[in-house]
């Protein structure tokens, strides 16, 4: 593996481009618009700039990393590349359609991830002509940060296609642990539900979001509380991932909580719109 594709230049795909380059992969950060892969890439340079001035890397190396870094708004630029990791939306339709088109320019060797954190990869695999070849990647957020990579297989997932990306997450400087491919893996079937239930303290008026957070880090010792975590995430992942779970058990304890609901229409989604369970503006 020695070129990468990572697709989406938002809050999760330039932290996996980030990581990636660091690590010394060369590295194409792709999005529909240049405009928007260039964003990601000026996220990069303030997350670099931020360890730079912790003493976690030198100048040098983050002089190296962005050298490794390639824009690209034509998923042809996946021609290559030996893996590619999408990171866009989290809507089965977006993510079928980059796999369906992935599939016909990657190369017959390449490997197609997902970073989903909740959408079935084998469905996702039976999009292409490649099923061996598909896998899930879920990094946590903020991907720079976080070691943990969730590693989920498909139906027909080859032993050595697993191999290889529990290596390259070892490359990367993080902890890859095997999950099943049910809806929401461990991570988000565990912590979705938390968050959930934490919104529903709100909407029915047993603690403020100041309140019910301390009582999760102190009381839990969470470094986060549920409600900015949402607001970390954005609301609409949150309820994108639970409309999932819902669906995919068909348990009442995956149902989306109304106050959700009613956030995201206003669009209120976190800190990325500057409004959630929390003011971020100004």
């Keep these: 593996m020695k070129r990468i594709m990572v697709i989406g230049a938002g809050q999760m795909g330039s932290g996996i481009a980030q990581t990636a380059a660091l690590a010394g992969f060369q590295t194409v950060l792709h999005d529909i618009s240049f405009e928007f892969a260039n964003k990601g890439l000026n996220t990069i340079k303030k997350s670099l700039s931020k360890f730079l001035e912790k003493g976690k890397i030198t100048a040098e190396d983050m002089e190296a990393t962005l050298g490794r870094l390639q824009l690209s708004d034509n998923l042809e630029n996946a021609k290559n590349c030996d893996i590619v990791i999408e990171a866009a939306s989290e809507k089965m339709e977006i993510k079928s359609q980059i796999f369906r088109t992935l599939d016909e320019v990657a190369p017959a060797h390449a490997i197609l991830a997902s970073n989903t954190s909740s959408l079935p990869i084998t469905e996702l695999a039976a999009c292409t002509k490649r099923p061996t070849q598909v896998i899930g990647m879920h990094f946590m957020n903020p991907v720079p940060l976080m070691k943990l990579v969730e590693i989920i297989r498909g139906l ?29 893996f461990v991570s988000n079937r565990i912590s979705q539900v938390m968050i959930n239930e934490a919104i529903w303290c709100l909407y029915e008026g047993v603690g403020n979001p100041e309140g019910i957070d301390t009582i999760m880090k102190l009381g839990f010792n969470h470094p986060m509380g549920p409600l900015a975590l949402a607001d970390l995430i954005g609301l609409d992942t949150v309820l994108s991932i639970l409309e999932i779970m819902h669906e995919g058990y068909g348990d009442p304890r995956y149902r989306p909580c109304p106050l959700l609901r009613k956030y995201v229409k206003a669009g209120w989604l976190g800190r990325k719109s500057g409004r959630g369970f929390y003011n971020y503006e100004g």
């Design 156 to 184: 027909a997932t080859s032993d050595e296609v697993y191999q290889v990306i529990e290596d390259l997450a070892k490359q990367m400087g993080k902890v890859p642990v095997a999950v099943n491919d049910v809806p929401g």
